[in-house]
C-alpha cells in the first residue's frame, strides 16, 4: 500500500490500520507493565517523502542507551496506550499531536525485561520544530518508509538461548532488533497486505534485561 502524505492518503492509512485484525490482549497483562511506542508517519528529510521517526537514545540513560527506538515510554497510571503515545511524542521529540492523530494499533509486544508494548501507528504529517530532549534523545531520525519495506534488509537468526527467531532489521549503517524491529516489520508487512504475527520473534540477549 503506497502512502501519500495528504488528507487522501492519511484517510487510506487510517482505514487501512483499523482493518487490522489484532491479536488479543495478551494474559500476562495485568502483571506486567504497560508501555507505549509511536509509529508516527510523517515528511522526511526529502520533501513528500513518507518515512517513521525514529530516535537514537541518550547514551546517558540507565537502559538500552544509544539504542535505535519509536519514541514511547511507560504509560502513567490511568492512561491508555494512545494517551501516552502523543505524551512521549511530546516530552522526547517536541511534536505535539491532537488525539485524532491517532491512527491504530498493532499487535502488543512483551518483552523479557517483563514490558508489554503496545504500538500505536500516529498520523504526523509534515511535522516541523522537532527538537531531541536531551534527556532521553540523542537524534531524531526519519526513516524512508520505501526503505523500511526493502525485504533484503531483513534476516533471522537464531541464538542457543532460545527457540524463537532473533529478529533483524538494518537501518542505513546500523542493525536494530526487537521489539523495534518487530513493530517494523509488521508495520511494513500490513502496508505489503500480509498480516504477520511478531509476538513470538525474539530479542538478543544483551536486550533481555
Known sequence: MPISLDAAGRASLEAFVASFPLLPTPPE????????????VVEGEQADEPSLLLTKRSPNLRTHAAQWALPGGRCDAGETPEQAALRELHEEVALDLPREAILGRLDDYVTRSGYVITPVVVWGGRADGLVANPDEVQSIH???IEQLVDPSRLEFTTIPESERPVIRLRIWDNTIHAPTAAFLHQFAEALAGRVTRVAEMEQPVFAWR
Open 29 to 40: 497483562i495485568a502483571s506486567l507493565k504497560h508501555a507505549a511506542v509511536a509509529l508516527v
Open 142 to 144: 526519519f526513516l524512508p
